[in-house]
Nanobody
Framework: EAQLVESGGGPVEVGGSLRLSCTAS????????VGWYRQAPGNECEQVSS???????SYVDSVKGRFTISLDNAKNTLYLQMNNVKPEDTAVYYC????????????????????WGQGTQVTVYS
């Protein structure tokens, strides 16, 4: 089983930027769909962004134009660049990888499929 480790979370002021990283052990990202999810207290797990094995990116409407997903295969690292953050972006963020495809709405994070990181807290303050 591959290990995914997130980093880069923390407090950030409204309108600021943050970059999350997710580093994988072994070949967790090879020939797999990868993505970022988040879960705020009282909310279900939400897929924020994904990148399929063919390089096609998708975003939930609430982050379009503000967040960017990218994958550095040489470093085995997935990124989520978060710009112009809003209070509603406050959540625990998880990265995930699955060669069979990612589940859009897993209910709770981490979901019961693929490989997941341990989560990193992002808190947006004003």
């Amino acid at each position: 089983e591959a290990q995914l480790v997130e980093s880069g979370g923390g407090p950030v002021e409204v309108g600021g930027s943050l970059r999350l990283s997710c580093t994988a052990s072994g070949s967790a990202f090879d020939d797999s769909d990868v993505g970022w999810y988040r879960q705020a207290p009282g909310n279900e797990c939400e897929q924020v962004s994904s990148l399929n094995k063919h390089g096609r990116a998708s975003y939930v409407d609430s982050v379009k134009g503000r967040f960017t997903i990218s994958l550095d295969n040489a470093k085995n690292t997935l990124y989520l660049q978060m710009n112009n953050v809003k209070p509603e972006d406050t959540a625990v963020y998880y990265c995930a990888s699955d060669w069979t495809g990612l589940v859009l709405s897993p209910g709770s994070c981490p979901g019961g499929f693929g490989d997941w990181g341990q989560g990193t807290q992002v808190t947006v303050y004003s």
